[in-house]
């Protein structure tokens, strides 16, 4: 284990649902990243916040609502989905500029 | 911003052979250089990083190799295995901006 929990690991729901991605590190560092890997397609940034802020958007619709709480933890709301936001959605926590430790994902499917 | 390419997408290698990986950066700021490895159905984690104070660095028989002035690092992998065989990404980024940049990935496949 790397220290990053995700959950769910597996997801599935319809268009009109509200659901929500949980990211938890125990290793004490201070940036939280999620991240979106399609199939066959590169690794996708989506926020990322350093010390509970966030520093990065990228261009993500606004059917994805992150929020930090606090440093060990970060979810990733996700409300009236489309079929093709349907991936692996990766959070990783990292000291600064340093390694990326990722958790395990979760898969979610939106029918 | 930073843009990051990576080379080739996909590569198929013979049990035993060297396996190269290339990529480009183009912010000239960038100095943390890490390459991860991506099993099929599992997580990405980190097999070897340099910074660029170093030109090279070596842990088994995996590589790093890093050139600041043209802007490009490869990992070299020696006497590849079929445990090998994963998806490598690239990345870089810039001594506290916390945004690192990730290569497209380089599927490489290992041939017993």
């Known amino acids: 284990e790397t220290g990053v929990t995700q959950t769910p690991r597996h997801l599935v729901m319809g268009m009109t649902n509200k659901k929500s991605l949980k990211c938890e590190q125990h290793l004490g560092h201070n940036a939280m990243y999620w991240y979106k890997q399609s199939a066959k397609k590169p690794l996708e940034l989506m926020f990322v916040?350093?010390?509970?802020?966030?520093?990065e958007n990228n261009s993500v619709p606004s059917r994805f609502s992150p929020e930090c709480p606090n440093s060990s933890h970060l979810f990733l709301h996700l409300h009236t989905l489309q079929p093709e936001d349907s991936a692996l959605y990766l959070c990783?926590?990292?000291?600064?500029?340093?390694?990326?430790?990722f958790g395990p994902g979760t898969r979610l499917t939106v029918l | 911003g930073e843009n990051v390419e990576q080379h080739p997408s996909t590569l198929s290698v013979q049990e035993g052979d060297s396996a190269v990986i290339k990529c480009t950066y183009s912010d000239s700021a960038s100095n943390y250089f890490p390459w991860y490895k991506q099993e099929l159905g599992k997580r990405p984690q980190l097999i070897i990083d340099?910074?660029?104070?170093?030109g090279e660095k070596k842990d088994q028989r995996i590589a790093v190799t890093l050139n600041k002035t043209a802007k490009h690092f490869s990992l070299h992998i020696t006497e590849t295995q079929p445990e090998d065989s994963a998806v490598y990404f690239c990345?870089?980024?810039?001594?506290?901006?916390?945004?690192?940049?990730f290569g497209r990935g380089t599927s490489l496949i290992v041939h017993p």
């Open positions: 990345a870089a980024s810039n001594g506290g901006s916390y945004i690192p940049t």
């Open positions: 340099i910074r660029s104070n170093v």
């Open positions: 990783a926590s990292s000291q600064q500029d340093n390694e990326q430790f």
């Open positions: 916040y350093s010390l509970e802020e966030r520093v």
